[in-house]
């Protein structure tokens, strides 16, 4: 049994902080939940409220890993936007401390319907897959055929010669589900993505002349996204942002929050980094209506990836705007998001940690990041212990953590288990090893 895993059974014996914490856990899992599998559809924040006839800052709300006031009737809207179900149940305690121990981004994710292995390719008759397998026979032959004429997937774009499946999506929608069932080695999403290189750099001229343009482009704004190809997709997408400066009114606000997941998921170079610092530091973009969170997304996805210098600037760039305009912005959810998108890379923690001094963390930031990637004494430890390891002067690690743990000893005088973690940490500076 883990260390982790034990301090949790022993916590949870209490049976005030074991409702608190069940509650905390429920708030935070679910806000993060929403957030990764609208990442997963390549959603904006925005899209995702304008699909169920809300404001952003409603999905704002419920991202934040504070949020308690819950409501079933938007959680539906929610789950079934996003191609999902809602699920409400009772539980054992020893299903949360099960879930604690098993959390991961990838345990987050959910199939949408269509993609769900469970029902594809099986004698189901639901419209949705029937619908997919339509669009597949006739869009792939005509991708293979290499045409000079381009008639079929424009009109498809603006919702002309499509499946009679109602209105419930967006037309391209159709055409990415198509392309994503055969994974993202397939030989038709390579075709695909050859014909949006040729597309974008025309498509405004295009749309011009098209009896519904606003849906042109944001379909090819969204296929752009879903099937990001930074070498093919940069350069054309931001020749297109750079028409709007002197021209706001070229496209609707739904093209731009389009064109807005398409730059943010197509990113050559890190050029847009202050561009996205500087929307966190003001609350909005000079261009496209992105607000904070849409840049810390921006920031997330900038090369290489991860780009922890950018997200620690984000990180700062956040807590100044904490501070100056009490904007409602959540450290310890950005931090969260940072540790679950990017599960694959090694010592985040330190690496981060390292960025963020050479930022210029106050206190606030560092609580937030020791209470994601360091949340107990024994993480503390074990982090503070390598610092000292490779460190001939004594490190930020283990005197942040110090600083911290001695002013919460001065409330918490009877916490052994706190008191045994100080002297853990001082040991070393005691015995002159990080002298």
Not at 140 to 154: A, G, K, R, T, Y
């Amino acid at each position: 049994m883990s260390e982790h895993r034990k301090r949790l059974i022993d916590e949870l014996a209490d049976a005030e902080y074991r409702q608190h914490y069940a509650e905390q856990h429920l708030n935070a899992t679910l806000a993060t939940q929403i957030g990764v599998i609208r990442e997963q559809r390549g959603l904006t924040q925005a899209r995702l409220a304008e699909s169920i006839h809300k404001h952003q800052t409603a999905i704002s709300r419920i991202e934040n890993v504070n949020y308690a006031r819950w409501n079933v009737t938007t959680l539906k809207q929610i789950a079934s936007a996003l191609g999902c179900w809602l699920n409400v149940r009772l539980e054992s305690w020893g299903a949360l401390v099960d879930e604690v121990d098993q959390r991961s981004v990838e345990s987050l994710r959910r199939d949408r319907f269509e993609d769900d292995p469970v029902f594809w390719g099986s004698t189901c008759s639901e419209p949705i897959p029937e619908a997919v397998r339509w669009v597949q026979r006739r869009l792939f032959p005509w991708l293979q055929s290499h045409p000079e004429s381009d008639h079929m997937l424009v009109d498809w774009l603006q919702g002309r010669g499509l499946p009679p499946v109602g209105d419930e999506d967006p037309p391209h929608v159709w055409i990415i589900r198509s392309v994503e069932v055969e994974g993202p080695e397939s030989k038709h999403r390579a075709l695909l993505v050859g014909w949006l290189a040729r597309y974008l750099p025309i498509a405004i001229e295009t749309a011009k002349e098209l009896q519904d343009p606003d849906g042109f482009l944001v379909g090819v704004f969204s296929l752009a996204a879903t099937f990001r190809t930074p070498a093919l997709f940069s350069e054309p997408i931001q020749e297109i942002c750079s028409r709007l400066y002197g021209n706001p009114d070229l496209l609707s606000e739904t093209a731009q929050a389009a064109l807005l997941t398409a730059v943010i998921r197509n990113q050559l170079s890190p050029m847009l980094k202050e561009e996205w610092l500087r929307t966190i530091r003001t609350g909005g973009h000079s261009l496209l209506p992105a607000d904070e969170l849409d840049a810390f997304e921006g920031l997330k996805s900038l090369p290489p990836r991860p780009n922890l210098r950018a997200l620690a600037e984000g990180l700062k760039c956040m807590q100044e705007a904490i501070q100056l305009r009490r904007a409602p912005l959540d450290l310890i959810a950005a931090m969260r998001d940072i540790k679950f998108s990017f599960p694959e890379f090694s010592q985040l923690d330190q690496f981060l940690a390292r960025e963020l001094a050479d930022c210029g963390w106050d206190a606030d930031l560092f609580r937030a990041w020791r209470d994601v990637f360091a949340p107990t004494y024994d993480d503390q430890i074990r982090l503070a212990t390598q610092a000292y390891a490779f460190a001939a002067e004594p490190t930020l690690l283990p005197s942040e953590f110090l600083r911290l743990l001695r002013e919460e000893r001065e409330d918490r005088q009877d916490d052994q288990d706190l008191a045994n973690a100080i002297s853990v940490l001082e040991a070393p500076l005691r015995s002159g090893c990080a002298a």
